[in-house]
């Protein structure tokens, strides 16, 4: 049988100190009485309560003294401390063994399916600028624009150019007109007339050889004239002409070309990301000012080292956390596997698809990756509030021993979350019976009391 443990001195001078007061009380006249405490001594004992005046008059009931009393008996003194091998009461469960894929961690950033850079193909002044970071584009959409008026005129001047190597290629493609060809053969005819009447003369020695030959050359020239007209245009002379023509229109189609470069439109359709340019700011010719993202689906780069990464295949399963979204988690797959290792880390660039109709994850997003292999592995997993942590941040459970009725620590590695518990890669066997409530209140040897578990 335990013995009743007993009275502290301090909780005897209480005691002592309660009989004195009610003895007073009972043979001092009912009119009152004041009793003070001294707040100094008591507190210098180490016992005393807070600085009180209790008046007692007729109509105090003496049960309030003895309640006085009483609080000097119980609650002065200073409270024993447990005992060091206090039975805690714990509940346990074994580990639950599960077959699961073998997987690959690693870290990596969101990126985006199609990041489109934006840039003017000529250089100038900044006129207009039409959207903002964050604005849903559609594709062709004018997303700025540039002084427009130079390029405007070198275009009117081409294309005047254009029109005039256009009339004079026709020209030459269909030769001389009807009434052309009558008025030489008119001309021709009247120059034989001519010939005819001083070659007779000439003949008659009526008309001096010099005169003659001026005659002759006249109808020869109006002869080869006439069957110039008859044959139209030279094959050379449509060729020059048909190329001067194209030549003409390709200045014209550059010159509208330049023009049309003033606007710089969305390449693809969904979010601006990015914006550098401002009305008024002189751009350089390729210089990217505005970029336009594909959030639908995104890529998430990870890498992943050697020694792994002959367990990472296209289309492999893969399920990404996003920490800035609370933790979330998304599925994906494999969409390609780098052949190449970095030359520092010795990794392999990675890239997963996931779906993001919603538009949530965003671009530059830090998130934690793990791919699943076809491999089976044998798996333990624990609850989560099991595991503890120690002074130097070492992560443990309690094991309970049904032979000692003790709990010990193991300390443990974890992988990552499998459902609602987390898996244990070393330190425990998987046949252990592991504290899952009462942890918190054991330490490394404490004696155990079992309430539930012990599956």
């Not at 002592?16 to 405490?37: D, K, Q, T, Y």
């Amino acid at each position: 049988m335990q013995a009743t443990p007993s009275a502290s001195p301090l909780q005897a001078q209480g005691i002592a100190i309660s009989a004195s007061l009610l003895a007073f009380l009972l043979i001092r006249p009912s009119n009152g009485v004041e009793v003070s405490h001294s707040c100094a001594k008591k507190k210098a004992q180490g016992w005393g309560p807070p600085c009180a005046y209790l008046r007692v008059g007729s109509k105090t009931p003496l049960i309030a003294l003895c309640a006085f009393g009483l609080l000097a008996l119980t609650g002065c003194g200073p409270k024993a401390p447990a005992a060091a091998d206090q039975v805690v009461p714990v509940r346990v469960r074994a580990p639950t063994h599960i077959q699961q894929p073998v997987s690959v961690s690693a870290g990596g950033a969101i990126e985006a399916n199609v990041t489109a850079q934006g840039a003017f193909q000529i250089a100038g002044r900044v006129d207009k600028v039409l959207v903002e970071e964050g604005q849903a584009v559609t594709k062709g959409q004018v997303l700025a624009e540039l002084d427009a008026s130079d390029f405007r005129n070198a275009y009117d001047a081409a294309e005047a150019q254009a029109d005039t190597a256009r009339a004079a290629d026709k020209k030459a493609q269909e030769g001389p007109r009807s009434q052309e060809l009558e008025q030489t053969r008119i001309d021709s005819e009247r120059w034989l007339d001519e010939y005819k009447r001083m070659k007779f003369l000439y003949e008659n020695k009526s008309l001096a050889a010099n005169d003659f030959k001026k005659i002759e050359a006249g109808y020869e020239a109006a002869q080869q004239r006439y069957d110039m007209a008859l044959k139209g245009t030279r094959v050379e002379d449509k060729e020059a002409a048909s190329g001067q023509y194209r030549a003409a229109a390709a200045q014209m189609h550059e010159a509208q070309k330049r023009q049309g470069d003033t606007r710089l439109v969305a390449p693809i359709a969904e979010f601006i990301g990015m914006r550098r340019i401002d009305v008024g700011d002189t751009v350089a010719a390729g210089t990217p000012v505005i970029s336009v993202l594909d959030l639908n689906p995104v890529k998430v780069r990870v890498a992943i080292p050697e020694a792994e990464i002959g367990r990472v295949k296209e289309g492999s399963r893969a399920t990404v956390t996003v920490p800035s979204l609370d933790g979330k988690q998304f599925e994906g797959k494999v969409e390609t596997v780098g052949v190449a290792a970095d030359p520092a880390s010795r990794s392999y660039a990675v890239k997963i698809s996931v779906a993001n109709p919603d538009r949530v994850l965003r671009a530059g997003m830090v998130s934690d990756a793990r791919i699943f292999s076809v491999e089976m592995v044998n798996a333990i997993t624990v609850p989560g509030n099991a595991i503890v942590r120690d002074s130097q941040g070492v992560m443990h459970v309690y094991v309970y021993d049904p032979g000692r009725q003790r709990v010990y620590a193991r300390r443990i590695e974890t992988g990552g979350l499998i459902g609602s518990e987390v898996e244990i890669r070393s330190g425990l066997a998987g046949d252990e019976q592991v504290v899952v409530a009462g942890q918190q209140n054991v330490r490394e040897g404490s004696p155990a009391r079992v309430i539930g578990g012990g599956q």
